[in-house]
């Protein structure tokens, strides 16, 4: 039998995680695509994604190129882990062929409100697609440190179908037939990530986190829900799990991103700051579209995209939250 081959699409840092993960095991080689020759070059001088993953060596199973076309030819699966907002200049041709398509973008997009799964399901037959998501910064896996995440796909047979490929023993992975459930759990939990932060840059205590991971999560389950999810899902890695680790973890992006809006920063300065991507921004705009469109209530991720949004100010959006009418938990 030969040798495996995998594409991942994006050596941002997830990426370059997730070719280190299917990397480890020695099974199969990998072809991380990054976005120009400039990046291919300086990655593969020094073996190391020093940009978003100082430190960490890659190993020689992992090949580099911009040259999408030649990665993807003869592939057994291709991962993409882009920002969401680049799907439509990606999957397109990823349309032929049997592989999976493994998306590990987390968002929803700023104008379609489509979930990750639909961005999928656009171009690629539903039998090929699955999603990753779940509490998994990628520099501790890359690191190789134990990670518990979620596959999810139309039905369990092809979730462990394409969760085979991530064989590496500290990347433990369960699965899902939930794909609305896990695609709703990874992107809506950026938005809530960056409300702790707000909370934190504000100077607030634990009780302003742990109050936004509860009623986030109560808004999270309540939207996905109404777009056809399930709640238990939000219960999981991919809602949950997430949830705690970004509304309280150093390394994510969306809560460094509330923080420097809470200190006064624009959106564009606080993004700028941050330097890598930050999907809570896009999605938080596309949450309170999906909410006004389908009748749900979500105060806490229609105050984020206020405030980012420059319409309300950080300081009445707290009051305003504050001061809601008693209603059952
Ligand atoms: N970093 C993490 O810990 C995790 C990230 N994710 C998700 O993975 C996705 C990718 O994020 P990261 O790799 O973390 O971001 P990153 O900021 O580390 O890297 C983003 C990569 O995408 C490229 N890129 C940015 N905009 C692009 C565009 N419009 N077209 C083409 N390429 C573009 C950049 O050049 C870079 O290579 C996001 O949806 C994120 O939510 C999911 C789980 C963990
Ligand atoms: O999704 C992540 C970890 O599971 C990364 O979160 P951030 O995008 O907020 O850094």
New binding site residues.
């Given amino acids: 039998m030969s040798r495996q081959q995998v594409c991942v699409l ?6 370059t ?1 997730l070719a280190l993960v299917l990397a480890r095991s020695g099974a199969r080689d990998v072809w991380l695509v ?2 120009d020759e400039a ?1 291919v070059a300086e990655i593969a001088a020094i073996r190391e994604n020093s940009r ?1 993953l100082p430190g960490i060596h890659l190993p020689d199973n992992i090949r580099i190129t911009a040259d999408m076309a030649h990665a993807i030819a003869g592939i057994d699966a291709c991962v993409y ?6 799907v439509d ?1 990606y999957l397109p041709q990823l349309a032929e062929g049997d592989f999976p398509v493994i998306a ?4 929803l997009h700023p104008e379609t409100l489509t979930r990750s799964d639909e961005m999928l399901a656009k171009y690629i037959a539903k039998d090929r697609i699955a999603l990753l ?1 779940g509490p ?4 501790e ?1 890359a690191k190789g440190q134990p990670t518990a995440i979620t596959m999810a796909a139309e039905n369990l047979e092809l979730a462990a179908a394409a969760a085979a490929f991530f064989d590496d023993t500290n990347f433990r992975i369960y699965l899902s037939d939930d794909l609305i459930g896990v695609a709703m759990g ?1 992107a809506l939990k ?1 938005v809530i990530a960056i409300a702790a932060g707000m909370a934190d840059g504000l100077g607030f205590g634990h009780n302003s986190v742990a109050a936004a991971v509860t009623r986030g999560l109560a808004e999270m389950a309540r939207l996905t829900v109404a777009c056809g999810g399930e709640t238990e899902t939000l219960m999981g890695l991919s809602g949950l799990g997430d949830l705690v680790l970004t509304c309280t973890g150093e ?1 994510s ?1 969306n809560r460094q991103f509330g923080i420097a809006i809470a200190r006064g920063q624009s959106c564009e300065a606080a993004i700028e700051q941050v330097g ?2 930050v ?1 809570g921004v896009r999605t938080a705009r596309a949450a309170n579209q999906l909410a006004l469109k389908l009748n749900v209530e979500l105060p806490l991720m229609q105050s984020v995209h206020r405030v980012v949004s420059g319409e309300l100010g950080i300081h009445d959006a707290v009051a305003a939250l504050m001061a809601r009418p008693e209603r059952p938990e």
């Fill in positions: 994006g050596a941002g840092s997830w990426g995680a990054a976005r990046q978003y882990a882009l920002p969401c907002i680049a200049d590990a973008c987390k968002g998501s998994s910064f990628a520099l896996v990874g950026n390394l992006r890598q991507v999907e």
